[in-house]
């Protein structure tokens, strides 16, 4: 499993402080659902378990329960960073600089397209996926929040496969229309970030020419 990064640091202080009453108040039977939830679409563990399969393509059975797994142990390790955090004289340093951590986190996080099963589930978890999840629970299938991923994601991908028509031209449509979305933002961050380097080297030489007025001595 790999280590926390920097980037997702920020992404948890940033839930410390958007879930601040829910920590107060210790309501971890809401808390954690809701961590686990933005950290895997932020963060897929497929992603880091299988970076050469796509998060469309069905895993074998073996690499189902090895991607729970791998979910579970993440889980935990959040959930020891969050408990780490809790104590009272690190929470009191924090409390001076949780606005700019949230900002920060907003500003630098790192977004990407959905994939069409994402999408599925998106606009379908409750009609269609939520009723056959929440059989397989029931029928002790899925005995672990991490298995419960894991049969999320199977179950919206085969629903997907045999799914309308109309259906799937519609979450095609989504899907490039936020490939191309994400596409035009890259393209606007780049051009962003040349600009700036313009102005930058502008600055200098406005300000090189400048010195060529002054005395040399």
């Known amino acids: ?23 107060e108040t210790k309501s971890f039977a809401k808390f954690w659902p809701l961590v686990f939830e933005n950290w895997f679409k932020r963060y897929p563990e497929h992603v880091v378990l299988f970076p050469n399969i796509p998060m469309d393509q069905p895993l074998t059975k073996a690499q189902e329960d090895e991607l729970g797994v791998a979910i579970q142990k993440r889980q935990t390790k959040i959930q020891g960073w969050f408990r780490w955090r809790m104590n009272a004289s690190r929470v009191k340093r924090a409390a001076n600089r949780q606005q700019p951590n949230l900002m920060s986190a907003l500003a630098s996080g790192k977004s990407r397209a959905q994939n069409k099963v994402e999408i599925y589930s998106e606009k379908f978890f409750t009609q269609k ?11 002790g299938n899925v005995n672990s929040r991490g298995g419960k991923l894991v049969a999320g994601r199977r179950i919206c991908h085969n629903l997907l496969e045999n799914e309308d028509e109309e259906v799937i031209a519609e979450i095609n449509r ?19 970030g040349e600009e700036t380097d313009r102005d930058a080297i502008a600055a200098y030489i406005m300000l090189d020419t400048t010195n060529f007025n002054e005395p040399w001595c």
């Open 1 to 23: 499993m790999s280590r926390i990064t920097g980037d997702q640091l920020e992404f948890l202080e940033a839930q410390e402080v958007e879930q601040r009453k829910l920590l």
């Open 129 to 139: 996926v939520k009723p056959l999840l929440d059989a397989e629970v029931a029928a």
């Open 174 to 192: 989504i899907y490039e229309a936020e490939i191309e979305a994400e596409r035009r933002k890259r393209s606007e961050e780049q051009e962003k």
